[in-house]
Nanobody, 115 residues
Framework: QVQLVESGGDLVQAGGSLRLSCAAS????????MGWYHQAPGKQREAVAV???????NYGTSVKGRFTISRDNAKNTVYLQMNNLKPEDTGVYYC?????????WGQGTQVTVSS
């Protein structure tokens, strides 16, 4: 059974940093493309960063140069280092695993950036 549990969300001032973690259970992690998605209040969920099984990364335009996605296959965990946070980064961040043509989601973690 695939389970994803996010943590690390918090209230932070603009310009600050946070590190989100997503712990995965099940024997699927190393074979999964992992991603972080952001859902701002009243808006659709959108991709923030994705990391392949081989470690290649892609980022959304608004976070390039500020966010870094990484994975530790030994710990079944994917991270999102968020620097120079802006008020528009506020919202719920969801972890996603794409494995054997199926997408799995965590419950999300709230990030609030005050100006």
């Amino acid at each position: 059974q695939v389970q994803l549990v996010e943590s690390g969300g918090d209230l932070v001032q603009a310009g600050g940093s946070l590190r989100l973690s997503c712990a995965a259970s099940g024997n699927f992690f190393s074979g999964s493309v992992m991603g972080w998605y952001h859902q701002a209040p009243g808006k659709q969920r959108e991709a923030v960063a994705v990391i392949s099984t081989g470690g290649s990364t892609n980022y959304g335009t608004s976070v390039k140069g500020r966010f870094t996605i990484s994975r530790d296959n030994a710990k079944n965990t994917v991270y999102l280092q968020m620097n120079n946070l802006k008020p528009e980064d506020t919202g719920v961040y969801y972890c996603n695993a794409f494995y054997q043509d199926r997408a799995y989601w965590g419950q999300g973690t709230q990030v609030t950036v005050s100006s």
